[in-house]
């Protein structure tokens, strides 16, 4: 019975994982670090990077998120054409992609926005969740600990790095520790994650 509830919990945090990943770089592309000459922020020193490629991108975020993928593809493609040299657009273009099951076109881009931006924690998450489909664990914990040694406090990296362990490497303790970083980063609790921290726990003292 336990294996069969511990099967189910597994598929939920799946589930949730890859809503969290879409959610981060939908959400977060124009907030890269201020430090990237790729940052397309506001506030950025790139002044290269007008009020209209702003909207643009916004457009394109908003048609990422409302799931219009052949319009987002249009947009951030055209982005692309307009300013290679930022990560953002291959980053959210790598994005359409994924949610469209193309994880080879997905693949292809987030290697750009990386190449340009290799601190882009966003991106190296989603490359991450690609290397997971695509059955190469060691790289996307490898991706996973890159994108938190960048960005500490990204909860989803964090929530991604603790499943790695828990389900494909079965290292419990390190599984454990990732989650409650995460918990500690949210600003409402995960009660579904906290029950299946003291779960974990348990499993610990019983050996």
């Given amino acids: 019975m336990n294996s069969i509830i511990t099967q189910k919990h597994q598929l939920k945090l799946l589930a949730i994982v890859c809503i969290l990943l879409l959610a981060s770089c939908a959400g977060e592309p124009t907030r890269q670090p201020v430090a990237s000459d790729n940052s397309v922020s506001k506030g950025s020193s790139d002044q290269s990077v007008t009020k209209f490629d702003r909207e643009k991108y916004r457009k394109g975020i908003t048609a990422l998120n409302n799931n219009e993928f052949s319009k987002a593809q249009r947009i951030f493609i055209e982005f692309i054409r307009n300013k290679p040299e930022l990560a953002g ?3 959210n273009l790598a994005l359409v992609y994924f949610k469209m099951n193309d994880y080879e076109k997905s693949l292809k881009q987030v290697d750009k926005a990386i190449q340009l931006n290799p601190e882009q924690a966003q991106a190296l998450n989603l490359r991450a969740q690609i290397y997971i489909i695509n059955g190469e664990i060691h790289k996307a914990k490898d991706d ?3 994108a938190i040694k960048v960005k500490p406090k990204y909860a989803n990296a964090q929530y991604n790095l603790a ?3 828990d389900i494909y490497l079965q290292e419990i303790k390190l599984a454990i520790k990732h989650y409650k970083v995460y918990l500690s980063l949210l600003k ?3 009660e579904a994650t906290i029950d299946w921290v003291k ?3 348990g499993t610990l003292k019983d050996v």
């Fill in 89 to 91: 657009g291959y980053s």
């Fill in 144 to 146: 996973y600990i890159h």
């Fill in 163 to 165: 499943l790695l362990y």
């Fill in 188 to 190: 409402k609790p995960d």
């Fill in 199 to 201: 779960h974990l726990e």
